[in-house]
């Protein structure tokens, strides 16, 4: 039951996605000159380059994550630079960097032919990676994230046990672990930073853009009409312009195709878009006990019956997803219109419209 369920809402991903090619994000479109994007690595590292040249772009163009390219790497001086734009908090950011860094350095050392199994100690760039965050969730200027911190724990083997040395042992276990790889997240929402947006004026034009994308949405706007509004707001203060005035239908449609994908990411992964808008629908009111029903509105069903909670979170992630396109598809459709369509309360529309921003 719970694999066709899984089934069933994954077609239903596929059906209402907006774009499913990948399309560079904002940020690497920002940066993707060698100029801006040595201006950031000076602002970031209190160096002075001043020829672009010395910057050497590395991005492996193929290498692909969840549907995205990485943003941008590049190698100057001896550091090989890994830099990411991130809108959510991820723990998991030090493992893809350690995965994408692994590429990177078997292209570094196949091009520079380099003897691994040679007696030469094999000279390599210092790797470096930073997130740059500029999401909703409180964040503090500057953070670090260690892929070690995701490593499971076990009991430690008695020193002498089996054939190994007890010495040998406590060397193992003294021993930091064989793999590392450490994230720094930089803040750059409007605010935070504040310095460092100082030094790199596209950065701070850019944190400027999201702030007032943000600020018309919390004001009611739809998001097309925020982005619109805000490329206006830049123009106007000579921010981005270079990219907003030129590539201004792109930009909108970068982040109504990103608004999308996350969305309905979140419909159909995060049980907290669709728990406690139904109450069990159908199926789910009929398989779930009196509790379950009332938690699901609460608590996500937590103790309903099994598939009591799973047909009314299915249930529910279609009925929003429905909503969302009815509402897409015809901007100027009612409320009332919606709920007859989807079958459903006007409230239930009004509910799940207002949370996703659409209207």
């Given at each position: ?129 930073l997130v740059f965050y500029n999401g909703s969730d409180s964040m503090p ?40 790889c450490r994230a720094v997240i930089l803040n750059i929402n409007k605010g ?68 999308s994908e996350k969305k309905y990411r979140k419909i159909l992964v995060e ?89």
């Open positions: 039951m719970k694999n066709r369920i899984v089934s069933k809402i994954a077609k239903a991903a596929r059906r209402y996605r907006v774009n499913q090619k990948y399309k560079d994000r904002i940020f690497r479109m920002i940066f993707h000159k060698k100029k801006d994007l040595l201006s950031l690595y000076n602002a970031i590292n209190g160096t002075n380059y001043t020829n672009p040249d010395d910057l050497e772009i590395r991005t492996l163009d193929d290498a692909v994550y969840l549907g995205y390219k990485n943003d941008l790497s590049f190698l100057i001086s001896d550091t090989l630079n890994l830099y990411e734009h991130q809108s959510t908090v991820n723990p998991n950011m030090p493992l893809r960097g350690m995965l994408y860094f692994a590429n990177m350095l078997k292209a570094y050392v196949e091009e520079k032919k380099c003897n691994i199994y040679g007696s030469k100690l094999v000279q390599l760039p210092v790797p470096r990676y200027d500057v953070s670090v994230l260690n892929l070690s911190d995701a490593y499971m724990r076990t009991a430690d083997v008695s020193a002498g046990k089996g054939d190994m040395d007890g010495t040998i042992q406590e060397a193992i276990k003294a021993a930091d672990p064989a793999l590392e935070h930073n504040i310095e460092l947006m100082a030094k790199c004026e596209r950065l701070e034009a850019y944190a400027f853009f999201v702030s007032r994308v943000r600020a018309y949405l919390a004001a009611g706007c739809t998001l097309e009409a925020s982005v619109d509004r805000a490329i206006d707001d830049c123009v106007t203060n000579d921010k981005l312009t270079d990219i907003l005035v030129k590539n201004r239908a792109e930009v909108k449609n970068m982040l109504l195709t990103d608004f049980e907290a878009i669709a728990e406690g808008r139904e109450e069990g629908r159908k199926e789910g009111r009929v398989e779930g006990r009196e509790e379950g029903r009332v938690e699901g509105r609460e608590e996500g069903r937590v103790e309903g019956r099994e598939e009591g909670r799973v047909e009314g979170r299915e249930e529910g992630r279609l009925l929003t997803i429905r909503i969302f396109r009815e509402a897409k598809e015809n901007p100027e459709i009612t409320f009332e219109q919606i709920a007859e369509k989807v079958g459903c309360t006007v409230q239930e529309v009004e509910d799940t419209l207002k949370m996703i921003g659409i209207k």
